[in-house]
């Protein structure tokens, strides 16, 4: 009896073939825009203090209460998969004493995060983000700056999102506000759902993310955050919106953004894409300016990003460059191996992209191999002599000796 197949677990997936290089393309187009911004890559743990998670990212989240991937290691620690990236960056700005350089610092990161989710398509349980943090200033350009920089970034990659913007304000006016928003809620408990009803007091902002139909329309007439915002909050929003409008970015106020975060402070954003189906947030983000002191770390203001790989992949259309094309493919028969192995070590060294047979197939197979790689020229190497087939144009065959073949293919693509 042959032993069980195992799977990668639900909501997970392999990479693999030209999916690892369309990533690749992601990745290489994040480093250039965001560095190209004065951002700096930082890697941090896959696994965290869980009371991290549970400091930084709220204990009244989805994320914190359900979500996470916690275990106690032989030590007796409890520890979490990490299953977002602005607290890991935060911890590290306060670890590192990242205060003492000068304001703001800018980091990005591109990792995988970890979140015990309902697997669907654009769902998973383990999923790829790209983020960007700025730390150290509350100035309205830095909020403006980072969104700009998603927009770019996610217009390079041929994702056509719109974006919706808002403000939490200051956490002293939610909380005026929150009250408000409660005895909204209380007064059409019968029109809400369950689930919405169950978090009037935890977290009534969460009811404005509500499918529900009857939620949808009790919120309607649901008073407003922007409406509650302190005269300093405002003003900075202004400024965020009247920069972005320099910047000639589209955006539309949404004052029933709120984010599943409990961290945010003043600007909240979100990237939407048509193209997504249910799960249409391509990627979002926005002020944390409480979160560091939160930590443990001195007052700092924070505003950051995070974009969903996986979600970019589905919506846009990232070139896929990088895939390399053989120039030539080595093919042999007989004993000629060791002499194909010579073709392909010289023709590396010469710069050219190069494969040589590895499977002992037949020529024709080899031929029918080097077709589907797309090899513009075959080299089928028969000890000391070589024939050289250009599989493309009129398909030119030429015998020589096999010393001179990388040379020849070498002169024909300089002349082409
Ligand atoms: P969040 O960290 O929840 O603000 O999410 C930021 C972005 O990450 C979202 O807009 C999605 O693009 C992506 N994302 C979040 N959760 C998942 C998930 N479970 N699977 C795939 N992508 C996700």
Not at 162 to 180: C, D, I, K, V
Not at 284 to 299: H, N
Not at 308 to 322: D, N, V
Request: proline residues 4%.
């Amino acid at each position: 009896m042959s032993a069980p197949k195992l799977k990668a677990p639900r909501g997970t997936f392999d990479v693999l073939g030209e999916q690892s290089t369309v990533r690749a393309t992601v990745e290489a187009r994040a480093r250039a825009i965001l560095e190209g911004a004065g951002y700096e890559r930082i890697e941090t743990p896959t696994l965290e203090a869980t009371e991290l998670f549970a400091r930084g990212v709220g204990a009244s989240t989805d994320i914190v209460q359900k979500e996470m991937y916690t275990l106690t290691d032989g030590g007796g620690r409890s520890l979490t998969l990490r299953p977002e990236g602005t607290a890991p960056v935060c911890r590290a700005y306060v670890e590192h004493g990242m205060h003492k350089r000068p304001q703001p610092v800018k980091l990005w990161y591109l990792s995988s995060f970890f979140r015990y989710e309902r697997a669907q398509a654009g769902r998973y349980r383990q999923f790829w983000q790209v983020g960007a943090e700025a730390l150290g200033s509350e100035d309205p350009a830095v909020d403006a700056e980072s969104i700009v920089l998603l927009g770019a970034l996610l217009a390079e990659l041929g994702v056509n999102a719109r974006l919706r913007l808002s403000s939490l304000g200051s956490p002293a006016s939610r909380t005026r506000y929150r009250e408000h928003l409660q005895t909204h809620l209380r007064e059409h408990e019968a029109s809400l759902s369950e689930e919405v009803r169950g978090r009037i007091d935890l977290n009534p902002l969460r009811a404005f993310d509500s499918d529900h139909e009857g939620t949808k329309s009790a919120m309607r007439s649901a008073p407003r955050l922007l409406d509650y915002l302190e005269d300093e909050d405002r003003a900075h929003f202004e400024e965020v919106c009247a920069l972005l409008s320099e910047a000639e970015m589209l955006y539309a106020v949404d004052p029933s953004l709120v984010r599943g975060l409990d961290y945010y402070t003043r600007t909240v954003f979100e990237f939407t894409s048509e193209d997504l189906g249910a799960q249409s947030g391509v990627g979002g983000g926005g002020r944390y300016d409480g979160l560091v002191a939160e930590l443990g770390g001195p007052p700092t203001a924070g505003m950051g990003w995070a974009a969903g790989i996986e979600r970019i992949l589905l919506a846009g259309s990232p070139p896929a460059s990088g895939t390399a094309t053989p120039d030539i493919y080595v093919s042999w028969t007989g004993s000629a191996r060791r002499a194909a192995f010579g073709v392909l070590r010289e023709a590396r060294s010469a710069g050219l992209t190069a494969q040589m047979e590895l499977a002992n197939r037949s020529l024709k197979g080899q031929l029918g191999q080097a077709g589907k790689m797309g090899a513009r020229y075959v080299a089928i190497v028969d000890e000391a002599e070589t024939m050289l087939k250009d599989m493309q144009g009129g398909g030119m065959q030429e015998k020589m000796a096999t010393g001179t073949v990388v040379h020849a293919v070498l002169r024909r693509l300089r002349d082409l």
